[in-house]
């Protein structure tokens, strides 16, 4: 009897945690599905986004879309479960909800990791971006967002349980946030030195100007989504793998609704940043208003 009191005791959800939890992350499945939907439609149909760099933000929303109407229903059971029943049943630690969150996050990181580096070379060599993108660039840059995330789940069921498999996603993760660092930091020294050199540049090169204008923009505002990445994810990875906090604590599943909001806020950085994507999205809302 004791012990089935301490284990319901491990497993309930203070009522006010949970109803706050389970309204947050409705609220985030509802949006970022909607959202991502509707990014993912506006590459589809209006040309003018239809680039490249739009191509990989298309796979990473497809990736925050596993988040969104996979990862948040679980866990919105979870915590139903919890907070009403006391139920252990729907486990934070259960092998579905752990794989795709391991996916999902592990696509994410390495997406932006991607988008980093497509940014620096269309910064760093704009007049070369377009024939390297064209010719292999988008392809191995799509595979290795995909084939990187899928392998690290599956690497984990095969293992054996006396593998470090938590350091291994720790390691995918760490290394992808370094490239994507690392990329933004050589953007910052191409720009610097472009500044320096700019009174130089000749009339013909106003075109290269301008794109690099563009592009420079581009860059920033995936800058700042790299930065809510940062607020969102790096919490939950060092209280779980640096501190080693517990999943039943409240404060771990606060943040990891945190971490997986950022599925949501990819669409609403564009949106705020990017105008082609604005002028798309008024675009469908019309064109919807009038069926």
């Given amino acids: 009897m004791d012990k089935s009191l301490e284990n319901a005791k491990n497993c309930s959800l203070p009522m006010a945690h949970g109803i706050a939890l389970i309204t947050v992350n409705a609220m985030v499945c509802i949006l970022g599905s909607f959202g991502n939907l509707l990014l993912c439609f506006a590459i589809a149909t ?13 796979s990473l929303a497809i990736a925050d879309l596993l988040v969104t109407l996979v990862c948040e229903p679980i866990l919105l059971e979870i915590f139903y479960n919890r907070t009403f029943f006391h139920e252990c049943k729907a486990s934070l630690e ?36 377009k024939i390297f993108m064209k010719k292999c660039g988008l392809v191995i840059l799509l595979t290795a967002s995909w084939a990187l995330p899928i392998s690290i789940p599956v690497l984990m069921v095969v293992l054996p349980p006396s593998f470090p498999k938590k350091f291994m996603a720790m390691a ?84 990891r609704t945190l971490a997986l909001s950022n599925s949501a806020m990819n669409f609403l950085i564009y949106s705020a940043r990017m105008r082609a994507f604005k002028e798309a999205y008024l675009s469908i809302f019309q064109k919807m208003c009038r069926l």
């Fill in 46 to 58: 209006h040309p003018l986004l239809r680039r490249t760099s739009n191509y990989l933000l298309f």
């Fill in 94 to 129: 259960r092998p579905p909800y752990r794989l795709i969150v391991n996916l999902s996050c592990s696509a994410s990181v390495i997406h932006l990791a991607s988008i980093s580096v497509d940014r620096f070379i269309a910064v760093a060599f704009p007049l070369h971006h």
């Fill in 172 to 255: 995918s993760f760490s290394l992808s946030y370094f490239v994507i660092i690392f990329s933004y930091f050589m953007i910052v020294v191409f720009l610097l030195r472009y500044k320096r050199k700019r009174k130089d540049l000749r009339a013909t090169t106003l075109s290269v100007k301008f794109t690099s204008r563009r592009e420079i923009r581009v860059a920033y505002t995936l800058a700042i989504a790299t930065g809510v990445f940062t607020v969102c994810w790096v919490p939950v990875k060092t209280m779980r793998f640096v501190i080693g906090m517990k999943p039943n604590n409240p404060l771990h599943m606060w943040l």
